[in-house]
């Protein structure tokens, strides 16, 4: 069974910096398409970051130029580096993979993974 767990979750400053880690039971290189979704508090899920086994990686633009993806196949962890930080930052932050390579479903769209985590919060102050 496939266990995604996420950690590295923090309150910091505006500005600041912090990295979150996903650490997933299986080999991090069998998963076609590996992701981060955020919620805030009363909005929809949305996709923040995504790389593909080709290691292609795609992002909002709300986090272009300041987040950064990556996969430590070996450590089989994904990770997401947060830098400038603002306040609209603030969520619950989500891990997402799947083995799959063919979807009907945009790998922007919750629909397109079946295995997440449970989430590590992160809050932004101003």
């Known amino acids: 069974q496939v266990r995604l767990v996420e950690s590295g979750g923090a309150s910091v400053q505006a500005g600041g910096s912090l990295r979150l880690s996903c650490a997933a039971s299986?080999?991090?290189?069998?998963?076609?398409?590996m992701a981060w979704f955020r919620q805030a508090p009363g909005k929809e899920r949305e996709s923040v970051a995504r790389i593909f086994r080709s290691g292609n990686s795609f992002y909002a633009d709300s986090v272009k130029g300041r987040f950064t993806i990556s996969q430590d196949n070996a450590k089989n962890t994904l990770y997401l580096q947060l830098n400038n930080v603002k306040p609209e930052d603030t969520a619950m932050y989500y891990c997402a993979a799947d083995y799959s390579s063919s979807s009907s479903y945009s790998s922007m769209s919750k629909a397109r993974y079946r295995y997440w985590g449970q989430g590590t919060q992160v809050t932004v102050s101003s």
């Open positions: 299986g080999s991090t290189y069998n998963f076609y398409l």
